[in-house]
């Protein structure tokens, strides 16, 4: 059965807004409390979003999540409360039941428990099983950088990729993302997924009129194309080739495998299909430096890195050598004092969201 977005993107040319980052958390907050969310699970889901947003990476922002989450709340797939039962636990490790959760919810929850145990152990690691989609997975590591911790967060995702020399998609794109705390730096964080070019960046390319590059795509039945347009029915080239596969299904081995909940790799469901649970599993980890090396000496090391990879030579055409997350912090740290700017066409979405709630979004 052909999956379609929720969202008819565009392919032509877009006029652009400007809204305040503030403005869309609030706004992004209270149309969640309006579909009986908890007040505190509305805002920790209304920066995750507004997190991607300020990035640039408005397929895990509030246009394109926020509307999939009301509608998954309408239409029973998404429950708007999270209990998050715990089903076992020691005294570094656990596993929570998602009942249905919000991803964003479910995976903060999640890291802030490993968080705490890292702060009695040093390291704790912990699954969620039978969640929603959690959207972009940078944000969560960096809840362990602020309590000075190394983090990491995986996820499992809806069958998007095949097995090497196969056309049967199996295994999900299963974003990954780990973070390092800095001192004179922004903090490192690698955030990426295991597919050649990431759905979300596919999505800003259609938005663009753009052709895919060659190579990162192909129809259901294994050829190639460049149309951004039919990646949710194609099949998604992995990162370098059997290498991509293999990591691929090592972390379904982390995330759905070992959560233990009632789907993994084909079976998890697509958040385009709102009435449906989505059986989605996540894993997080924290590492806390106090127990082995100390923070100031994390940091002072981490430091001396980002130091020698922005010393090194650059190739002919690259203006400086960034460490991963860098770029994205300085965009975001721009959109939050001037604001974020996006496709009108996006503003409208929420706008429509927010209509009959009295709720209403202003931008420029």
Request: glycine residues 10%.
């Amino acid at each position: 059965m052909a999956v379609v977005s929720t969202r008819d993107r565009s392919s032509a040319a877009q006029e652009t807004g400007v809204v305040e980052a503030s403005d869309l958390r609030a706004f992004t907050a209270a149309v969640l409390a309006a579909h009986s969310m908890p007040a505190a699970d509305a805002a920790l889901t209304a920066d995750a979003m507004v997190w991607a947003d300020l990035r640039g990476r408005y397929a895990h922002g509030a246009s394109s999540k926020l509307p999939q989450c009301v509608a998954r709340i309408r239409a029973g797939g998404t429950s708007p409360s999270a209990n998050l039962p715990v089903l076992g636990e020691t005294g570094a490790t656990f596993v929570l039941d998602g009942r249905n959760a919000w991803g964003q919810v479910a995976a903060s929850r999640a890291m802030m428990r490993a968080v705490a145990k890292a702060r009695s152990v040093g390291f704790a690691v912990g699954v969620v099983r039978d969640c929603s989609s959690a959207a972009a997975m940078g944000y969560y590591p960096l809840l362990a950088v602020a309590e000075g911790m190394i983090g990491m967060a995986f996820t499992n995702g809806p069958p998007l990729i095949p097995p090497t020399g196969g056309t049967t998609k199996l295994l999900g794109n299963q974003a990954h993302a780990i973070g390092c705390p800095a001192d004179r730096h922004y903090p490192i964080v690698y955030d990426a997924a295991t597919s050649a070019m990431s759905t979300s960046e596919m999505d800003l390319v259609h938005d663009r009129g753009e052709l895919l590059p060659p190579g990162v795509l192909f129809t259901a039945d294994g050829r190639p194309t460049r149309d951004p347009s039919i990646w949710v029915d194609g099949l998604l080239a992995p990162a370098g080739g059997h290498r991509g596969y293999g990591l691929s299904l090592m972390l379904e081995i982390l995330t759905g495998v070992l959560a233990g909940g009632a789907r993994f790799a084909p079976d998890v469901g697509h958040p385009f299909l709102g009435g449906e649970p989505q059986g989605v599993a996540l894993f997080v980890a924290a590492i806390d430096p106090e127990h082995s090396i100390g923070h100031e000496e994390l940091t002072r090391r981490a430091d001396s890195l980002i130091e020698r990879l922005h010393a090194s030579e650059a190739a002919p055409g690259t203006e400086r050598i960034y460490v991963p997350g860098e770029r994205s912090f300085i965009l975001a740290e721009q959109r939050e004092r001037d604001g974020i700017p996006m496709p009108t066409e996006r503003l409208e979405d929420l706008r429509r969201v927010g209509s009959g709630l009295d709720i209403s979004l202003t931008w420029r």
